[in-house]
T-cell receptor, first 113, second 113 residues
Framework: NAGVMQNPRHLVRRRGQEARLRCSPM?????VYWYRQLPEEGLKFMVY????????ESGMPKERFSAEFPKEGPSILRIQQVVRGDSAAYFC???????????FGSGTRLTVV | DQQVKQNSPSLSVQEGRISILNCDYT??????FLWYKKYPAEGPTFLIS?????DKNEDGRFTVFLNKSAKHLSLHIVPSQPGDSAVYFC????????????FGAGTRLFVKA
């Protein structure tokens, strides 16, 4: 039973490019959460999704960031027109329906140059 | 608005002694509390949790204590081992139509051999 899979592990983008981060939840998990960890900071909640629905996006920046969790395929966190301040580790987590406690993926480290 | 606070960025402990990591929260709606452990370049892994109806939960060398009136919880590790050296995140969650979890900034534990 594979855990939460995130890819790529490392992503380098030039300023102004788009970054697409993928997350495949654990089998049987229907809830996906994205968190961002800036250097020397804790985990900041970004968005909570269920299949085809955004449940809570209160932590998402209003511009350039979007997330989806389609009926088929992984959840995608998309950052358009990246800036240096977007450089961070982005973690995805999943959980079974109606349950506390997450399983995290290994993260994607985004570097904007 | 930091709802979960870990005021000690780091803690250094001698091997074999007790490590005590502290956490405070402000939102009285939180009803479930968790501790996660994180090694560099890896995702956080679940360590131990406690429901708000309890004041103590123990799992091997790890014990979590909850003081609801003080909105304070702590993680005790005894005896501490060098392999425990990691960043420890306190987290809190509330069943408010979803299970968004709020994380503290983390405490980096160093266990010296």
């Amino acid at each position: 039973n594979a855990g939460v899979m995130q890819n790529p592990r490392h992503l380098v983008r030039r300023r102004g490019q788009e970054a697409r981060l993928r997350c495949s939840p654990m089998k049987g998990h229907s809830h996906v959460y994205w968190y961002r960890q800036l250097p020397e900071e804790g985990l900041k909640f970004m968005v909570y999704l269920q299949k085809e629905n955004i449940i809570d996006e209160s932590g998402m920046p209003k511009e350039r960031f979007s997330a989806e969790f389609p009926k088929e395929g992984p959840s995608i966190l998309r950052i358009q027109q990246v800036v240096r301040g977007d450089s961070a580790a982005y973690f995805c987590a999943s959980s079974p329906q109606d349950n506390y406690g997450y399983t995290f993926g290994s993260g994607t480290r985004l570097t904007v140059v | 608005d930091q709802q979960v606070k870990q005021n000690s960025p780091s803690l250094s402990v001698q091997e074999g002694r007790i490590s005590i990591l502290n956490c405070d929260y402000t939102n009285s709606m939180f009803d479930y509390f968790l501790w996660y452990k994180k090694y560099p370049a890896e995702g956080p892994t679940f360590l131990i949790s406690i429901s708000s109806i309890k004041d103590k939960n123990e799992d091997g060398r790890f014990t979590v204590f909850l003081n609801k009136s003080a909105k304070h919880l702590s993680l005790h590790i005894v005896p501490s081992q060098p392999g425990d050296s990691a960043v420890y995140f306190c987290a809190a969650s509330a069943n408010t139509g979803g299970f968004k979890t709020i994380f503290g900034a983390g405490t980096r534990l160093f266990v010296k051999a």
